[in-house]
T-cell receptor, first 115, second 112 residues
Framework: NAGVTQTPKFQVLKTGQSMTLQCAQD?????MSWYRQDPGMGLRLIHY???????DQGEVPNGYNVSRSTTEDFPLRLLSAAPSQTSVYFC??????????????FGQGTRLTVV | SQELEQSPQSLIVQEGKNLTINCTSS?????LYWYKQKYGEGLIFLMM?????EEKSHEKITAKLDEKKQQSSLHITASQPSHAGIYLC????????????FGKGTLLTVNP
């Protein structure tokens, strides 16, 4: 079982470039989410999805788009990268909606630098 | 929105010493999660506490949930260098089943 897989692990972008961070899980989890982690700020929720075709905004959604066409994949798109988006990005998944207390499984993270 | 405050922000201990990390919520806790993160890596699930007064242990790590105080504590006994890392507490935001919010983390250094 691979769990939650994020690609790439490292990326350097120039300001204004676009890219997609990939996230895939093979556990048939309904709930998936994206976080960014910055020094002194902890983990902040960007977007989340409770199932295929359903997405919603988290705490810091500006500058990011998501879609959920399949249960397995939840890509995060940066349309026009800005230096403020330099961060470590984590994708997480949880077993099912409707169940309150289930642990979240995290990917290994993508370290993004925007210059 | 629910906020989780962790204390201390960082902690340096000598190997073999005991330590405690606290996580205090601004709102009612509907379950509390503890994760550990090593530098440059993802989050590893440690424990989940669901009910007030609940206490769980795994190896030398014990976590407790005080629902009335809206607080959880993580206690490490006889710390080892392998315990070093960032400890994060997480909880469901405002009772939402979907949104997990996290504290800012506690950086633990264990000196041999």
């Amino acid at each position: 079982n691979a769990g939650v897989t994020q690609t790439p692990k490292f990326q350097v972008l120039k300001t204004g470039q676009s890219m997609t961070l990939q996230c895939a899980q093979d556990m048939n989890h309904e709930y998936m989410s994206w976080y960014r982690q910055d020094p002194g700020m902890g983990l902040r929720l960007i977007h989340y999805s409770v199932g295929a075709g359903i997405t919603d905004q988290g705490e810091v959604p500006n500058g990011y788009n998501v879609s959920r066409s399949t249960t397995e994949d939840f890509p995060l798109r940066l349309l026009s990268a800005a230096p403020s988006q330099t961060s470590v990005y984590f994708c997480a998944s949880r077993p099912q909606r409707g169940v309150m207390n289930t642990e979240a499984f995290f990917g290994q993270g993508t370290r993004l630098t925007v210059v | 929105s629910q906020e989780l405050e962790q204390s201390p922000q960082s902690l340096i201990v000598q190997e073999g010493k005991n330590l405690t990390i606290n996580c205090t919520s601004s709102k009612t806790l509907y379950g509390l999660y503890w994760y550990k993160q090593k530098y440059g890596e993802g989050l590893i699930f440690l424990m989940m506490l669901q009910k007030g007064g609940e206490e769980k242990s795994h190896e030398k790590i014990t976590a407790k949930l005080d629902e009335k105080k809206q607080q959880s504590s993580l206690h490490i006994t006889a710390s080892q260098p392998s315990h070093a890392g960032i400890y994060l507490c997480g909880a469901h935001a405002g009772g939402s089943n979907y949104k997990l919010t996290f504290g800012k983390g506690t950086l633990l250094t264990v000196n041999p």
